[in-house]
């Protein structure tokens, strides 16, 4: 059980283009979900935290407007990283939280890797 | 601000060797506290975590950690190492309600020699 999965596993795009990544909790209810960020021999840094139905909270020096976070159901939120540029090219990994799974422990996906030329 | 500090990047040890892969956090009162697994092309999964009681906790695939107050420290062990066992492990410390924020140690590196 706790399952949480990501599509796409990894994307390339081109430099100004937007990309959406998806999260989903397979087998729960997630009622809330985050969304982190792994650069390469590093650790993961929380972007944000979104909760079912309501706005997501941005860490500090995370850009919103870059980074658009949907939480529209239950079992779905979405990450857009628009007008992509290169520095934004990293691992992007999502969790989630809630229902059976369990209110302190977060689950995860297997990640996003986005590439931008 | 909360801190999770793990001193050792690489770890290499013998298959069958016992482990222990260090974890100190900062933190003024007791955190939820947890180890996470990473392999390539797979999300993190949680070991293990402590939340209060037993400071001895067990986890998955033969892990467990002891949480102790006085050193600030949740340190992962496991008494014989499989092959299988070579990937990243992150200590992770959880705050705020239900321990939702978790802010992540940098990660050991582990290698499991044949």
């Known amino acids: 059980g706790a399952v949480v999965s990501q599509h796409p596993s990894w994307v390339i795009c081109k430099s100004g283009t937007s990309v959406k990544i998806e999260c989903r909790s397979l087998d729960f209810q997630a009622t809330t979900m985050f969304w982190y960020r792994q650069f390469p021999k590093k650790s993961l840094m929380l972007m944000a935290t979104?909760?079912?139905?309501?706005?997501?909270?941005?860490e500090q020096g995370v850009e919103k407007d870059k980074f658009l976070i949907n939480h529209a159901s239950l079992t779905l939120s979405t990450l857009t990283v628009t007008s992509a540029h290169p520095e934004d090219s990293s691992f992007y990994i999502c969790s989630a939280k809630g229902g059976l799974a369990g209110f302190e422990t977060q689950y995860f996906g297997p990640g996003t890797r986005l590439l931008v030329l | 601000a909360q801190s999770v500090t793990q001193p050792d990047i690489h770890i290499t040890v013998s298959e069958g060797a016992s482990l222990e892969l260090r974890c100190n956090y900062s933190y003024g009162a007791t955190p939820y506290l947890f180890w996470y697994v990473q392999s390539p092309g797979q999300g993190l999964q949680l070991l293990l975590k402590y939340f209060s009681g037993d400071t001895l906790v067990q986890g998955i695939k033969g892990f467990e950690a002891e949480f102790k107050r006085s050193q600030s420290s949740f340190n992962l062990r496991k008494p014989s190492v499989h092959w299988s066992d070579a990937a990243e492990y992150f200590c992770?410390?959880?705050?705020?309600?239900?321990?939702?924020?978790?802010?992540f140690g940098t990660g050991t590196q582990l290698k499991v020699e044949l």
């Open positions: 979104s909760n079912e139905g309501s706005k997501a909270t941005y």
């Open positions: 992770a410390v959880g705050l705020g309600g239900g321990g939702n924020k978790l802010t």
